[in-house]
């Protein structure tokens, strides 16, 4: 197993980015309106939180700080789920593509939980 250099060499920051560019590609096939733009914009302002906050807290790699922007990291994963569900529920986007989702925002949480706990 080789040496972690960078935090793109992170599985679960691999995950989240995936996630990520899913959220952004979902979105831009909404019909907009009002309700649908605001959830589009939350849905993407959670989900690029995610990479972007273990890529800091990795830049910091220090035990608590880094373990603090796994959290904030982790309430976005928790954050983006729910945008994705009300997206499913409201009909923007079907089930099948709610559970696929739903599933890599899930691992993402998981391991993010593991990771803390190891900090």
Same mark, same amino acid.
């Given at each position: 197993?080789?040496?972690?250099? /960078?935090?793109?060499?992170? &599985?679960?920051?691999?995950?989240?980015?995936? #996630?990520?560019? $899913?959220?952004?590609? #979902?979105?831009?096939? !909404?019909?907009? =309106? @009002? *309700?649908s +733009?605001?959830? /589009?914009?939350?849905?993407?302002?959670?989900?690029?939180?995610?990479?972007?906050?273990? *890529?800091?807290?990795?830049?910091r790699?220090? =035990? @608590?700080? !880094?373990q +603090?922007?796994?959290?904030?990291?982790?309430?976005?994963?928790?954050?983006?789920d729910?945008?994705?569900?009300? %997206?499913?529920? $409201?009909? #923007?986007?079907?089930? +099948?593509?709610?559970?696929?989702? *739903?599933?890599? %925002?899930?691992? +993402? &949480?998981?391991? #993010? !939980?593991? &990771?803390? $706990?190891?900090?």
């Amino acid at each position: 197993m080789g040496e972690i250099k /960078s935090y793109k060499d992170l &599985i679960v920051w691999q995950k989240s980015h995936k #996630l990520c560019n $899913r959220a952004i590609d #979902l979105v831009e096939k !909404f019909k907009y =309106g @009002k *309700a649908s +733009n605001i959830i /589009s914009e939350q849905l993407i302002r959670s989900a690029t939180s995610i990479p972007a906050n273990i *890529a800091e807290g990795y830049g910091r790699h220090k =035990g @608590k700080e !880094f373990q +603090n922007y796994l959290y904030i990291a982790k309430g976005s994963a928790l954050e983006t789920d729910y945008w994705l569900f009300l %997206c499913s529920e $409201r009909n #923007l986007i079907d089930k +099948n593509e709610y559970s696929e989702l *739903a599933k890599i %925002c899930n691992e +993402n &949480i998981l391991m #993010l !939980f593991s &990771i803390i $706990r190891k900090l």
